[in-house]
């Protein structure tokens, strides 16, 4: 089954997004942000210099290590449940969404690299 093409825009752009919105509550200390949006630049690079392997590789490089260290921020600075209100709740939400989302982009990432010339 062949997926159809998804732009590197539209993948920075909702990861953006996500991250905006997981950063919203300050639920989780500045190096979540900090961690995900220098990722984001560097895809941004990756946009700029089309034919670039360097870019694309470590894009994919820095969102997979946004894995591991996002998995390490919700699990250690989630709160306790009587201290949710709907903000956190959705704050929350969508670091965990755009944490799911992770696996996907790498794998389309990665393709790109491939059409791209990577081996």
Partial sequence: MELPAVNLKAIILVHWLL???GCMNYMFPASYAWGNFSV???GIWAIVQRDSLDAIMMF???LLLTVLTD???ISVFYPPNNHLTDEKRFSAGMAIFS???KPV???L???MYR???GE
């Fill in 19 to 21: 991250t905006v919105w």
């Fill in 40 to 42: 984001l630049a560097v």
């Fill in 60 to 62: 994919l490089a820095g």
């Fill in 71 to 73: 998995i390490i921020h």
């Fill in 99 to 101: 944490l799911l989302l």
């Fill in 105 to 107: 982009s790498c794998y």
């Fill in 109 to 111: 990432l990665y393709r």
């Fill in 115 to 117: 059409e791209r010339g």
